[in-house]
C-alpha cells in the first residue's frame, strides 16, 4: 500500500480487512476468464482439473488464499452463477 | 367496486351486429379489449371503449393489430378473458400470434368482420374471403374453432359461446362475421343472465411441487396466471410438460398431438349448424354468414318452383361439421356451396360429400340476391 | 480458539441465487463470456432487494439470446414472439397493476421489429421495466446487422461493413417521454444492480440500456473475440456522466470514442393508470 498517513487513526487496530472464502460450481464454469481478470487481489487464477464441458474452473492461486478481501467482483461478475464468496472472520484463520 | 352491474337487460333489444357482439362479450366477462381502428369492425372498437370503463374494465387503443392481439394475449396470461375485433387486412397482422395463443395455450377471441379483399378490397362492404385463413393462418400444426353468425341474434350467441368454447379449450377461437351482419339491425333476445352459461377455464390450485403447467394427463391442463405464486414458465418454443423448451421428439409429439387433439376430439360438441328442407332435399346448399339468409329465401322458391332444395346454415366453420355434410349428401344428388368469395368452404365439403359438389360464387363485395343463388339451384337439377 | 486453514476454492455444487435461477437448466446456453449471465444475477439480486414479493414479479422476453432469459429465472416468465414482449407486458400490466412486470430483451427484438411497441409503450407510459441488453447485433440468428449495429461494424449481413447509423437509445427514450433512462455494461455491476433496484420502484416505464459483451458473436465479427476484449474496451471508453447530453451519447465504437454511462433521467411523469383512472370516474365506475 502506497497510502501516506498524515495522522495514526485512533481506531486503527478496530480496522478489518474482510476475509473471503472462494467456492466454486465447477460443472457450470465456461472458462470466459472474468473472474480471474477482474480479481482485484489476483486470487485466483485457471485451474487444472476440466469439468465434463473440458473447461478448467478458477482456483486459488499459490498462496492466495488469504488475499481474498470478500469484495465479491467474481460472484457478481460471473456468467454462470458458478463461483461466491462467503464472508469470514480474518482473525479465525491463518 | 362501485354502482350496480350495467349489462345489457334480459328481453328484447334491437340493435346493430357489432354492437351486440360487444354486449355480449361483456356478459360473457371479457375483461380487457385491445383493438385497431378498422373498417367494418370501428363499431365494436368504439362501442367496448364507452362500455368496459362503466364496467370498472379495461380498454386500450394499441398501435397496431399485432399489439393489439399480443396485448390480449398478456392480459390473458394474467387470468383475464380477453378479445379483440378486426377486419381482414388486421387479420392477416394477428397470425403470428394466433399460433402463439396456441402454443401458450392462452384463451382468447378475435372478432373478424370480413370485408371485401384482398388487400385493401373495399373497407364497407361485405366479404367472405377468411375462411381458409380463420383456419390455417398460423403456422404449423394447431386447431381452433370459428364460428359464424348470420343474423344479429347469432352475432350475439356465438361472441358467448366463442368466449366459453376458447376457456373451455384453452385455444384461440375466431368469431368470422362480415360487413353485413356487423352493420345491420335485427332482433336480440337476450335470455335472464341464470340462463346464459359461462364458462371460465378451470384453474390450478394444488401444491408447488411437481406441477406440471402443459401435462399431458388431459388434453386441456388447468390454468395458472401470472401472479398465482406458482413460478411457470411459458415459451412459445416447443417445450416439455414443465413447459421448458425441448428438442426432444416424444416432448414435440406429445405437445403438436394435444394441441390438435384439443379441438379433434371435441369436435362433435363444437358442430353447430341448423337446417332447412334437409329431410328429402335433392339439391343441397351448405352455405353461412349473410349468404345463408339470401339462401334461405332461394330455397324457399325452389321448393314452391316444386324444386326438392334444402340448406345446411353452419355456425362453426371449423372444426368442419363432417358428418352432418356428409349424411346429407349421402341423400342428396347435389351439394352447392353459395359463399362470397372464389371458392373456399367448397374445399372441406368436397373433402366429405359422397355426391358431386360445385359452387355457387358471387363477386367480392356484394351479397347475392335470392335469384342468384336460385339460378344455381336450378342449374343443379 | 482453534485457528482454521483455507486451503483452497471449496467445491460445492449450489449457490445461494439458487432460489431465484431454474438451476435444473444450468450451465445456460450463452457463451463463455458473454454478458447476459451478468446481468441475469443483476436482476435476481435487484429482485431479491426489491420490497415486492417475489411471486409478484413477472418477466416478459421476446426472441434472441437475450429472450432465453425467461427460461432461466425462476419466476413468473413468458418468452414471446419476436418484437412483441412489450405489448404482452402493457396487456398483463394493465389488467393486473399488483405484478411488478419486467421485460429483458434484446435490441433486436425491442427497437428493430419491436420498435413500434417500443415507442408506443413508452408514449403511454405503461409502468413496466424494460431492460434492454444491446449487444449491437442479433446474436441468436448469426450475427446480422441491427438498429443499434454502429456505423461501419461488421456483421453476417453488412461484409463490408454496416451502412446505416444506429439509435441513440437514451436520446430516443427520453425524447418519447420516458421517466428513467439509464446505460450501463455488463462489466458495471453494481451500478446496473442499484439502476434495476431503482427502475423496480419507478413509477412508469423504467428503461436501462445494458451494453453487454459479446465475444462470440459481434466480438468475432469486430475484433473483440474474448471476454477479456470486451473487458478492456468497456474499462477504456466507458465514462460515468449522469448528465450527460444525450445528443451526445451516441455509441460509434470507434478507437478513442466514450461510451457514455449513467442514470441520465429520473424524473416523474403521469403513468397510464393513473391516466386510466380517469376514465373509470368519468364512466362512472369511480366516485
Known amino acids: ?94 | 367496486m362501485s354502482g350496480e352491474l350495467k349489462l345489457l337487460k334480459p328481453g328484447t333489444h334491437f340493435m346493430m351486429g357489432n354492437i351486440a357482439c360487444a354486449e355480449a362479450a361483456l356478459i360473457a366477462g371479457c375483461g380487457f379489449y385491445a383493438g385497431y381502428p378498422i373498417t367494418p369492425s370501428n363499431e365494436i372498437a368504439e362501442h367496448m371503449s364507452r362500455r368496459m370503463p362503466q364496467l370498472g374494465r379495461h380498454f386500450i387503443q394499441m398501435e397496431d393489430e399485432i399489439g393489439s392481439i399480443v396485448a390480449v394475449c398478456g392480459a390473458s396470461a394474467a387470468g383475464v378473458k380477453a378479445m379483440t375485433a378486426t377486419s381482414g387486412p388486421g387479420f392477416s397482422l394477428m397470425m403470428e400470434t394466433i399460433g402463439l395463443s396456441a402454443m401458450l395455450e392462452l384463451p382468447c377471441v378475435i372478432v373478424n368482420v370480413q370485408r371485401a379483399g384482398p388487400s385493401t378490397g373495399i373497407p364497407t362492404f361485405v366479404g367472405q374471403g377468411d375462411v381458409m385463413q380463420a383456419r390455417w393462418g398460423s403456422h404449423g400444426d394447431y386447431e381452433l374453432v370459428v364460428y359464424a353468425p348470420s343474423t344479429v341474434q347469432e352475432f350475439f350467441d356465438l361472441t358467448i359461446e366463442a368466449f366459453n368454447t376458447s376457456e373451455w379449450l384453452r385455444i384461440p377461437v375466431i368469431v368470422l362475421s362480415d360487413e353485413v351482419v356487423g352493420h345491420m339491425y335485427g332482433r336480440l333476445q337476450v335470455p335472464e343472465y341464470d340462463k346464459i352459461k359461462i364458462i371460465d377455464r378451470k384453474r390450478y390450485s394444488g401444491p408447488r411441487e411437481g406441477y406440471l403447467p402443459y401435462s399431458s394427463e388431459t388434453l386441456v391442463p388447468p390454468f395458472v396466471a401470472a401472479g398465482d405464486g406458482y413460478r411457470i414458465h411459458m415459451t412459445g418454443l416447443t417445450h416439455d410438460e414443465r413447459g421448458y423448451p425441448s428438442l426432444e421428439i416424444e416432448d414435440s409429439h406429445k405437445l403438436v398431438e394435444r394441441l390438435v387433439m384439443k379441438v379433434r376430439k371435441n369436435a362433435k360438441n363444437l358442430w353447430k349448424y341448423e337446417t332447412l328442407y334437409l329431410d328429402d332435399a335433392d339439391i343441397v346448399v351448405v352455405t353461412f354468414g349473410i349468404t345463408a339468409r339470401s339462401t334461405e329465401e332461394a330455397v324457399g322458391r325452389a321448393r314452391s318452383e316444386g324444386l326438392k332444395a334444402g340448406m345446411i346454415k353452419l355456425l362453426t366453420l371449423w372444426p368442419f361439421p363432417e358428418d352432418p355434410v356428409r349424411v346429407a349428401s349421402q341423400y342428396a344428388r347435389r351439394m352447392l356451396v353459395a359463399e362470397i368469395n372464389m371458392g373456399q368452404l367448397i374445399h372441406p365439403v368436397r373433402e366429405v360429400a359422397e355426391c358431386p359438389v360445385a359452387g355457387i360464387n358471387y363477386p367480392v363485395g356484394y351479397v347475392p340476391p335470392p335469384e342468384y343463388i336460385l339460378d344455381g339451384i336450378r342449374a343443379a337439377v | ?287
Open chain 1, 1 to 94: 500500500m502506497s497510502l501516506k498517513l498524515v495522522r495514526e487513526p485512533i481506531n486503527k487496530h478496530l480496522q478489518k480487512v474482510p476475509l473471503g472464502i472462494v467456492h466454486v460450481i465447477p460443472e457450470r464454469c465456461k472458462e470466459c476468464g472474468f473472474c480471474i481478470d477482474l480479481c482485484p487481489k489476483d486470487v485466483l487464477a485457471v485451474g487444472e482439473e476440466r469439468n465434463i464441458k473440458g473447461y478448467r474452473w478458477p482456483k486459488i492461486a499459490d498462496g492466495k488464499a488469504m488475499e481474498c478481501i470478500a469484495c465479491k467482483m467474481c460472484e457478481w461478475i460471473c456468467p454462470e452463477f458458478a463461483i461466491f464468496v462467503v464472508e469470514v472472520d480474518r482473525g479465525e484463520y491463518v
Open chain 3, 1 to 287: 480458539m482453534s485457528q482454521k486453514q483455507i486451503l483452497g476454492e471449496r467445491i460445492v455444487e449450489e449457490s445461494p441465487r439458487d432460489d431465484l435461477i431454474r438451476r435444473e437448466r444450468f450451465p445456460h446456453i450463452w457463451c463463455p463470456g458473454c454478458g447476459l449471465g451478468t446481468l441475469l444475477k443483476c436482476y435476481v439480486e435487484a429482485v431479491a432487494a426489491s420490497n415486492i414479493p417475489i411471486d409478484k414479479h413477472v418477466i416478459v422476453s421476446g426472441i434472441g439470446c437475450t429472450g432465453r432469459i425467461a427460461g432461466y429465472v425462476r419466476l413468473d416468465s413468458y418468452h414471446v414472439t419476436h418484437g412483441r414482449p412489450i405489448a404482452f407486458a402493457e396487456g398483463m400490466k394493465i389488467v393486473r397493476p399488483d405484478l411488478e412486470v419486467t421485460v429483458i430483451s434484446g435490441d433486436g427484438d425491442l427497437v428493430t421489429i419491436g420498435g413500434n411497441h417500443f415507442i408506443h409503450a413508452v408514449r403511454r407510459n405503461v409502468d413496466i421495466n424494460v431492460f434492454l441488453v444491446n449487444n449491437f447485433i442479433y446474436g441468436m440468428t448469426g450475427n446480422q446487422m441491427g438498429s443499434t449495429t454502429p456505423l461501419g461494424a461488421k456483421s453476417s449481413t453488412s461484409p463490408y461493413g454496416c451502412p446505416e447509423s444506429p439509435f441513440n437509445l437514451p436520446l430516443l427514450t427520453a425524447a418519447l417521454g420516458a421517466p428513467f433512462v439509464a446505460r450501463w455494461t455488463t462489466l458495471h455491476v453494481r451500478q446496473l444492480a442499484d439502476a434495476m433496484k431503482r427502475a423496480l420502484q419507478v413509477k412508469g416505464f423504467a428503461f436501462i440500456e445494458i451494453i453487454s459483451s459479446c465475444p462470440v458473436g459481434f466480438g468475432s465479427y469486430n475484433d473483440l473475440r474474448e471476454g477479456k476484449d470486451y473487458i478492456k474496451l468497456f474499462l477504456e471508453n466507458c465514462i460515468v456522466d449522469h448528465s450527460a447530453d444525450l445528443n451526445k451519447v451516441g455509441i460509434t465504437l470507434r478507437p478513442g470514442e466514450p461510451i457514455i454511462l449513467g442514470n441520465f433521467v429520473d424524473r416523474e411523469v403521469p403513468t397510464y393508470h393513473e391516466l386510466e383512472l380517469e376514465l373509470f370516474r368519468k364512466a362512472g365506475w369511480l366516485k
